[in-house]
């Protein structure tokens, strides 16, 4: 079974960092993309940023892009996800999930994670 667990949500001013983590399971001798997703609460899931474990290539949305960094760490079998220059509309439930190879399409997702909040005040 695939397992995903996110962590290092919180409440951070506008203009702040904060930093998730993804611990993710089954990651030996396979091959996958992991991305990050957001969802407001009234609004429809949002694609942030995804990255290719084998070649460390990435993705972003538009709303993110320049300000969100998404990387590996193989150590430890974690994804991470560096937030800065945050804003109010950043504010959301972010969730780590894994697709056969990177996307930026939600239904292409086969495992998720719970989620972590992340609230960002003016």
């Known amino acids: 079974q695939v397992q995903l667990v996110e962590s290092g949500g919180g409440l951070v001013q506008a203009g702040g960092t904060l930093r998730l983590s993804c611990a993710v399971s089954?990651?030996?001798?396979?091959?996958?993309?992991v991305g990050w997703f957001r969802q407001a609460p009234g609004k429809e899931r949002e694609f942030v940023a995804a990255i290719r474990w084998s070649y460390g290539a990435s993705t972003y949305g538009d709303s993110v892009q320049g300000r969100f960094t998404i990387s590996g760490d193989k150590a430890k079998n974690t994804i991470n996800l560096q937030m800065n220059n945050l804003k109010p509309e950043d504010t959301a439930v972010y969730y780590c999930a894994r697709s056969p190879s990177i996307s930026r399409t939600q239904q292409q997702y086969t495992h998720w994670g719970q989620g972590t909040q992340v609230t960002v005040s003016s």
């Open positions: 089954e990651l030996t001798f396979s091959s996958y993309a």
